[in-house]
């Protein structure tokens, strides 16, 4: 039973232009969510987060949107560059509830940013 | 500043032979420690996690285990790897307590390949 999902598993997208990443969870007890960015053989970044009492979060280039009642949230990069190309993952917790702080990840996207 | 560490880089085991992999963080204390793995193309699965010295809870049932016999110190072993077992191995730390945020941030990872 996968509580976060990412339902494309890859995204090109030209550079310049905006990368749209959504995320969806089934678990409404989630109250904070995270963006991670992951090149192969490295261990994965922390690019950015948002909590549930917010909607939006921004920072640089990197967007964070919340839609609680449709329980989604999506990633906006703008503008797209080569050099984040990579494979994003969406993570959810339930901040103070779960033992541990534990996430739980979604099944990642690769993107693909064409010069 | 906090940073990560973990040894080695790339295994390359027999089925059969015990396994070691060492995690220390510095900069911190009292951290949470998180061991995960990535099979082949897939997302990051949770295998164990540890809120204190010789604390470790257990995600999924498996053929390893861990150990936290210092603070910042986290191992996972096996005492007869599986072909299954081979994946990209990845430990993690969180803060505790800190009010309304969830981040992990991540080592390097170990890539382990079972012959």
């Known amino acids: 039973d996968q509580q976060v999902k990412q339902n494309s598993p890859s995204l090109s997208v030209q550079e310049g232009r905006i990368s749209i990443l959504n995320c969806d969870y089934t678990?409404?007890?989630?109250?904070?969510f995270l963006w991670y960015k992951k090149y192969p053989a490295e261990g994965p970044t922390f690019l950015i987060s948002?909590?549930?009492?917010?909607d939006k979060n921004e920072d640089g280039r990197f967007t964070v949107f919340l839609n609680k009642s449709a329980k989604h949230l999506s990633l906006h990069i703008v503008p797209s560059q080569p050099g984040d190309s990579a494979v994003y993952f969406c993570a959810a917790s339930e901040v103070f509830r779960a033992a541990g702080n534990k996430l739980t990840f979604g099944g990642g996207t690769r993107v693909l940013v064409k010069p | 500043s906090q940073t990560i560490h973990q040894w080695p880089a790339t295994l390359v085991q027999p089925v059969g032979s015990p396994l070691s992999l060492e995690c220390t963080v510095e900069g911190t204390s009292n951290p949470n420690l998180y061991w995960y793995r990535q099979a082949a193309g897939r997302g990051l699965q949770l295998l164990f996690y540890s809120v204190g010295i010789g604390q470790i809870s257990s995600e999924v049932p498996q053929n390893l285990s861990a150990s936290r016999p210092q603070d910042r110190q986290f191992i996972l072993s096996s005492k007869k790897l599986l072909l299954s077992d081979s994946g990209f191995y990845l430990c993690?730390?969180?803060?505790?307590?800190?009010?309304?945020?969830?981040?992990?941030?991540f080592g390097p990872g170990t890539r382990l390949t079972v012959l």
């Open positions: 993690a730390w969180g803060t505790q307590g800190l009010a309304g945020s969830n981040e992990q941030f």
């Open positions: 948002i909590s549930s009492i917010k």
């Open positions: 678990n409404s007890m989630f109250d904070y």
